[in-house]
């Protein structure tokens, strides 16, 4: 029943960025941010049955063997290597301790980068700073002083915050989100403030014969200076108000 529903209302797994973290425990098969190819049966029978890697962290673990080139416990690009974690691995019944590493090592190579462990999200110069974060913590604690609003994208930690109704999953990114700092080409709008001043009213509120309406003002004969009517049966200054918003 609730697949049902989650299908009906098109519930789907979009977020805009996760934590490292987040990704490291996201399922290692069917993984949604691979393409169809990225796993073959008979070469993950091992990692999924013998390993019992369910999670990509488990994948990071078999393939991090493959950069110890140049240490003491060092890893052989062989099906007999004498290392430490290859050992481990023949003895749970691996037959090619070296081969499981490279099929994990290809899977994860394939992740979309806004999956994937080792991309690196762009810097967008807009973060606040450490004490400007504490402030706003400790006034958020409070319920007391002034909150600054943190422009740089939402990374989100918690699963079951990833998820969004009403998505088409054929629109979701798979690029990690980030802000630009100012336009590229054209006016710069972080310098250029306008002011825009708005307002809505209603005649016979809360009647049956009530009519709303609102008007957005820049300057003196601004092209851009409206006037308009609410359509429909609902009127209410808020409505009104909120339109010319």
């Given at each position: 029943?609730?697949?049902k529903?989650?299908?009906?209302?098109?519930?789907?797994?979009?977020?805009?960025?996760?934590?490292?973290?987040?990704?490291?425990?996201?399922?290692?098969?069917?993984?949604?941010?691979?393409?169809?190819?990225?796993?073959?049966?008979?070469?993950?029978?091992?990692?999924?049955?013998?390993?019992?890697?369910?999670?990509?962290?488990?994948?990071?673990?078999?393939r991090?063997?493959?950069?110890?080139?140049?240490?003491?416990?060092?890893?052989?690009?062989?099906?007999?290597?004498?290392?430490?974690?290859?050992?481990?691995?023949?003895?749970?019944?691996?037959?090619?301790?070296?081969?499981?590493?490279?099929?994990?090592?290809?899977?994860?190579?394939?992740?979309?980068?806004?999956?994937?462990?080792?991309?690196?999200?762009k810097?967008?110069?807009?973060?606040?700073?450490?004490?400007?974060?504490?402030k706003n913590?400790?006034?958020?604690?409070?319920?007391?002083?002034?909150?600054?609003?943190?422009?740089?994208?939402?990374?989100?930690?918690?699963?079951?915050?990833?998820?969004?109704?009403?998505?088409?999953?054929?629109?979701?990114?798979?690029?990690?989100?980030?802000?630009?700092?100012?336009?590229?080409?054209?006016?710069?709008?972080?310098?250029?403030?306008?002011?825009?001043?708005?307002?809505?009213?209603?005649?016979?509120?809360?009647?049956?014969?009530?009519?709303?309406?609102?008007?957005?003002?820049?300057?003196?004969n601004?092209?851009?200076?409206?006037?308009?009517?609410?359509?429909?049966?609902?009127?209410?200054?808020?409505?009104?108000?909120i339109?010319?918003?």
């Amino acid at each position: 029943m609730l697949l049902k529903t989650a299908k009906k209302y098109n519930i789907n797994f979009a977020p805009i960025k996760i934590s490292k973290d987040l990704k490291k425990n996201l399922p290692a098969w069917s993984h949604i941010g691979t393409p169809t190819n990225a796993y073959h049966k008979a070469k993950t029978k091992c990692l999924n049955e013998t390993h019992k890697s369910t999670k990509i962290k488990n994948l990071i673990k078999i393939r991090k063997r493959l950069t110890h080139i140049n240490d003491e416990d060092r890893h052989f690009p062989r099906k007999n290597c004498p290392c430490s974690a290859c050992q481990k691995d023949r003895r749970i019944g691996c037959k090619d301790p070296h081969k499981c590493a490279q099929t994990a090592n290809e899977i994860l190579f394939r992740i979309a980068p806004k999956f994937n462990t080792k991309a690196k999200p762009k810097k967008d110069g807009l973060s606040l700073t450490r004490r400007r974060k504490e402030k706003n913590h400790q006034a958020h604690k409070s319920r007391q002083g002034e909150i600054l609003f943190d422009p740089t994208t939402t990374i989100r930690s918690n699963l079951k915050d990833c998820f969004r109704i009403f998505s088409n999953p054929e629109h979701n990114s798979l690029t990690p989100a980030h802000r630009l700092q100012a336009p590229a080409r054209g006016l710069n709008l972080l310098q250029d403030h306008i002011t825009i001043f708005t307002d809505g009213s209603c005649i016979n509120n809360g009647k049956e014969n009530s009519r709303s309406g609102g008007g957005i003002w820049l300057g003196e004969n601004h092209p851009k200076n409206l006037a308009f009517r609410i359509p429909g049966n609902k009127h209410s200054n808020q409505i009104a108000e909120i339109s010319a918003i």
